[in-house]
Structure formats: structure tokens, C-alpha cells
């Protein structure tokens, strides 16, 4: 069985730029799940999908990240501007349904803001 | 105060050595406890998983949760140089539905 896919590993930008991340879940999951996880940190959840519907986003700094899950498969996550305090490792995690699931993660992908 | 307490290390022991790896945390309704292991470059994956107070042993990996202390364990029998990892405690309560709260992690090396 293939894992959640994330593209790209790792991204360099300056502040003031955009940046999106591409998730791809197990097959058949249902949630998927946004984190990110700052040097020396937990990863904390900016956002959680059940399908294609937000379930929890009371953590994503709505001013300047966004995310979608349009189709209830794939999903992407954006954030525009970035500033220097975003450089982290962006994971992706999928479940199978939502409650007391085991939530299985990506590589992540490592943000350098510059 | 962080909800969740972890000793960021590095922890280092000898190959063969007993690994304690421990948790705090301050919300009471926390009633799911998780250990996941994460590489270096690598997602987490996870490692234990029990519910309310006792213990649970899979293999060289024992979780205590203690709900009265509010306290949480992970011990490694045995350790090996594969062990080397970051360990991260993740707890979750009914209220939040499936999010996690995860603690800062432990780096533990093992040194052959």
C-alpha cells in the first residue's frame, strides 16, 4: 500500500513570496490532515479535511494560509506571503475516517523562508 | 503552560541499554495516548497507542499512562543503534475530535 505522498521535500523562498504544497493521501481516506511542525517542535494541526469539508482550521492563520481539498482526494496548501517565522516542515497525515483512527503521515515538506 | 510537557534530550545510552522516555500534561481530559517515532528527514509513524490508565507491551516497547499524574511513558528494552529517533508523545480527548496534541519530542541516540 503506497503512504501520503507530499511534493516538494524542500522549498526555498524569500519573504514576501508565495508557496503551495501538494498532498496526496493512502487511498481511501477520508481525513486528511495539515501540520506543521517548527525546529524543535510537535507538530501542531494548522487544518483538518473530512472529505472535501473543513472539519477544524481553529489553528491556520487564515490571513495568510490557505488550504483545499476539492475533490475529497489530493489537497493543497498555501501560503502567501510567507514570513521567516514559517520555515518549518509542512506534514500532511491521512485517516481512514476521522475518530480514533490512526493517522499515518508524510516525509513533509521543509519550508526555508530566507 | 505548553498542554503537553516533553524533555527535549538528547537522550544517549549504550547499545542494550533500558530507554525511559516520558510526558506531562496539564488537560485532564486527555483519555488517548500515543507514542510516534520519527526519523530524521522522515514523517512520524506510530509507534503505541493505549487508552485511559495501565500498560501495554508490544515487543521491546512497553506505554505506561498514568491519568492520576498526568504522566506518560515509553520504555525501549533492549535498545539498538535503529532506535535512534526522535520520540514524540501525542494525546488526544473526545472534545477535539481526532486532532493531536504532540509533545516537543525526545532525541534519543544509541550508541553501538
Known amino acids: 500500500e503506497a503512504g501520503v505522498a507530499q511534493s516538494p521535500r524542500y522549498k526555498i523562498i524569500e519573504k514576501r513570496q508565495s508557496v503551495a504544497f501538494w498532498c496526496n493521501p493512502i487511498?481511501?481516506?477520508?481525513?486528511l490532515y495539515w501540520y506543521q511542525q517548527i525546529l524543535g517542535q510537535g507538530p501542531k494541526l494548522l487544518i483538518q479535511?473530512?472529505?472535501?469539508?473543513?472539519?477544524?482550521d481553529s489553528q491556520l492563520p487564515k490571513d495568510r494560509f490557505s488550504a483545499e481539498r476539492l475533490k475529497g482526494v489530493d489537497s493543497t496548501l498555501k501560503i502567501q506571503p510567507a514570513k521567516l517565522e514559517d520555515s518549518a516542515v509542512y506534514l500532511c497525515?491521512?485517516?481512514?475516517?476521522?475518530?480514533?483512527?490512526?493517522?499515518?503521515f508524510g516525509p513533509g515538506t521543509r519550508l526555508t523562508v530566507l | 503552560q505548553k498542554e503537553v510537557e516533553q524533555d527535549p534530550g538528547p537522550l544517549s545510552v549504550p547499545e542494550g541499554a533500558i530507554v525511559s522516555l516520558n510526558c506531562t500534561y496539564s488537560?485532564?481530559?486527555?483519555?488517548?495516548f500515543m507514542w510516534y517515532r520519527q526519523y530524521s528527514r522522515k514523517g512520524p509513524e506510530l509507534l503505541m497507542y493505549t487508552y485511559s490508565s495501565g500498560n501495554k507491551e508490544d515487543g521491546r516497547f512497553t506505554a505506561q499512562v498514568d491519568k492520576s499524574s498526568k504522566y506518560i511513558s515509553l520504555f525501549i528494552r533492549d535498545s539498538q543503534p535503529s532506535d535512534s529517533a526522535t520520540y514524540l508523545c501525542a494525546m488526544r480527548t473526545m472534545e477535539y475530535g481526532n486532532k493531536l496534541v504532540f509533545g516537543a519530542g525526545t532525541i534519543l541516540r544509541v550508541k553501538s
Open positions: 479535511f473530512q472529505n472535501n469539508g473543513v472539519v477544524d
Open positions: 487511498s481511501g481516506h477520508a481525513t
Open positions: 488537560n485532564s481530559a486527555f483519555q488517548y
Open positions: 497525515a491521512s485517516s481512514l475516517a476521522g475518530e480514533g483512527d490512526t493517522q499515518y
